[in-house]
């Protein structure tokens, strides 16, 4: 910490005086100390610097006031006059003016050089450094022993809190405070919880500091495992930056450890998916009751996610998360490359909450049980299939209403449109005579001639000239009803219908 000028007056045999001083200048903190008799020393000096004078630059008193006046420009928070060097006693109107100012006034006896004060603020400044390095040493170990204790994530955030005098949180891969120990959470405004989400978002190590609060991420930049809140950042010294630092460190070796953990349970919730799909539902309700609390209740909502293989694990410990805090609100396992969500009915929007903060996109179906579960994951798999970034979340229900046809949306299907419409698509570019376009507008029109050939604007002879060109070109009757429909279906999958 700086040195002020309280600790000097403290020194004996500096012999200093306070002339002009109350109690907040005495305690204003000094970067360093200068000596100078020029007539403006301030473009040698930094804002934090004491000053000590003669008074040889003076021609006469009323140079003293403009003197001080460049001094309060500079920053100067203090100044020391060399008496008996000059004049004797300081000059009242150096006084008048370091109180007008805010500026801190001591006498410096003839039998004190500067240079020694200038060598009590280095040696106090020494002695301060070495403090603050011990103390780090001492406090870094104190942490260690509190890791090694049965609850040692939440030991070490108690012995962090406790040394630095400061609040302290662990924020989970969600954005929200995951574990205080006992100490108080620091003040976690809106703008404070919406850094922490964006620096989680970002995926990246980071540090970053809202409303006094100080943010530094937790694990690797591949894999998040949280965010370290600390309070009164303000008050933080490299010291304390140190500690917290080491904290950081250790809270990610605890949370990559769980994370060991949380892969057995991965696996394990699969499995019990599985059992669940084969109708065991005894077996994985007493299962869940015993580890996470009872399966949500009937009736339930029930959604499959597309997760990206660099986003599962945040996924999952979201997951997880939602789990130890809703106890029996919230079912999820792994299904291959997807991971299967079962929450009641009346919490559905737990499962838009996770897909918007991960970024993720999937399907929903609503109103089922765990007698129909195997149905339901299907349907919901189906309604993923249609997610987008621009639509995250797909309701089957929406799908449902759209009719079988909208299912003709994958790339297999796209790709055996495209080849049944192959001969009309060569035909019209080498003749320009728009069979794909009739076609569509007459099947549009429940293949009434009139009703096509209006749309179209070409008589309804043309419009029947075109179909028997389109039914030789395709090698299809299409006075049947079987090869109308084929015809429909492949001209929805390839969107243009």
């Not at 170990?141 to 108690?158: C, E, F, H, P």
């Not at 500091?209 to 991420?217: E, R």
């Not at 070409?458 to 028997?468: D, F, K, P, Q, S």
């Given at each position: 910490m700086p040195v002020t000028l309280a600790q000097m007056l403290a020194v004996p045999a500096l012999g200093l005086r306070a002339v002009a001083a109350d109690a907040e200048a005495l305690a204003r903190p000094w970067q360093w100390v200068h000596s100078s008799d020029l007539s403006d020393p301030t473009p040698f000096l930094s804002p934090g610097d004491a000053l000590l004078t003669t008074g040889t630059q003076w021609p006469d008193d009323a140079a003293i006031a403009p003197w001080v006046e460049r001094l309060a420009a500079a920053g100067v928070p203090a100044v020391g006059f060399g008496t008996e060097v000059v004049r004797a006693g300081t000059p009242a109107e150096l006084e008048r003016a370091c109180t007008a100012h805010g500026i801190a006034l001591f006498e410096v006896p003839y039998r004190t050089p500067f240079i020694a004060v200038a060598r009590a603020v280095a040696d106090a400044e020494e002695r301060e450094r070495?403090?603050?390095?011990?103390?780090?040493?001492?406090?870094?170990?104190?942490?260690?022993?509190?890791?090694?204790?049965?609850?040692?994530?939440?030991?070490?955030?108690?012995?962090?809190?406790?040394?630095?005098?400061?609040?302290?949180?662990?924020?989970?891969?969600?954005?929200?405070?995951?574990?205080?120990?006992?100490?108080?959470?620091?003040?976690?405004?809106?703008?404070?919880?919406?850094?922490?989400?964006?620096?989680?978002?970002?995926?990246?190590?980071?540090?970053?500091?809202?409303?006094?609060?100080?943010?530094?991420?937790?694990?690797?930049?591949?894999?998040?495992?949280?965010?370290?809140?600390?309070?009164?950042?303000?008050?933080?010294?490299?010291?304390?930056?140190?500690?917290?630092?080491?904290?950081?460190?250790?809270?990610?070796?605890?949370?990559?450890?769980?994370?060991?953990?949380?892969?057995?349970?991965?696996?394990?919730?699969?499995?019990?998916?599985?059992?669940?799909?084969?109708g065991e539902r005894e077996l994985v309700a007493s299962t869940s009751?015993?580890?996470?609390?009872?399966?949500?209740?009937?009736?339930?909502?029930?959604?499959?996610?597309?997760?990206?293989?660099?986003?599962?694990?945040?996924?999952?410990?979201?997951l997880e998360t939602r789990v130890e805090r809703s106890r029996g609100g919230l079912f999820h396992a792994r299904d291959g490359g997807r991971i299967v969500i079962a929450v009641p009915e009346a919490r559905a929007d737990l499962v838009a909450e996770i897909v918007e903060r991960t970024r993720v996109t999937g399907g929903l179906v609503r109103g089922t049980d765990y007698a129909s579960l195997a149905g339901a994951v299907d349907d919901a798999g189906r309604a993923a299939d249609r997610a987008s970034a621009a639509h995250p979340l797909v309701d089957f229900a929406s799908v449902r209403d759209d009719g079988v046809l909208a299912s003709l949306s994958g790339d297999d299907t796209r790709r055996i449109a495209a080849a049944v419409l192959a001969p009309l698509d060569e035909h019209d570019a080498r003749t320009g005579d728009q069979l794909v376009?009739?076609?569509?507008?007459?099947?549009?029109?429940?293949?009434?001639?009139?009703?096509?050939?209006?749309?179209?604007?070409?008589?309804?002879?043309?419009?029947?000239?075109?179909?028997?060109?389109?039914?030789?070109?395709?090698?299809?009757?299409?006075?049947?009803?079987?090869?109308?429909a084929e015809l429909w279906a492949a001209l929805v999958a390839a969107g243009r219908a």
């Open positions: 070495y403090a603050r390095v011990r103390w780090s040493l001492e406090t870094q170990r104190a942490i260690a022993v509190a890791a090694l204790k049965a609850d040692g994530l939440a030991a070490t955030l108690d012995e962090l809190a406790r040394r630095i005098d400061a609040p302290v949180a662990l924020l989970g891969p969600d954005g929200e405070v995951a574990l205080t120990g006992r100490s108080p959470a620091p003040a976690l405004t809106p703008a404070v919880l919406a850094a922490a989400r964006r620096l989680l978002a970002e995926g990246r190590r980071a540090a970053t500091t809202v409303d006094g609060t100080a943010l530094q991420t937790v694990g690797r930049s591949d894999a998040l495992r949280g965010i370290l809140a600390v309070g009164d950042a303000a008050a933080h010294d490299d010291a304390v930056r140190a500690v917290v630092t080491s904290v950081v460190a250790m809270a990610g070796l605890a949370l990559e450890r769980d994370r060991t953990l949380a892969r057995a349970i991965d696996h394990l919730r699969t499995g019990l998916l599985a059992a669940l799909l084969r009751r015993a580890l996470w609390g009872p399966l949500p209740e009937e009736p339930l909502a029930v959604a499959v996610l597309d997760v990206l293989a660099a986003q599962r694990a945040g996924v999952l410990e979201l376009r009739t076609l569509a507008e007459w099947l549009g029109a429940d293949a009434v001639a009139e009703a096509a050939a209006a749309r179209l604007g070409v008589h309804r002879h043309t419009l029947r000239a075109r179909v028997a060109r389109a039914e030789g070109l395709l090698g299809r009757d299409l006075k049947a009803f079987p090869a109308r």
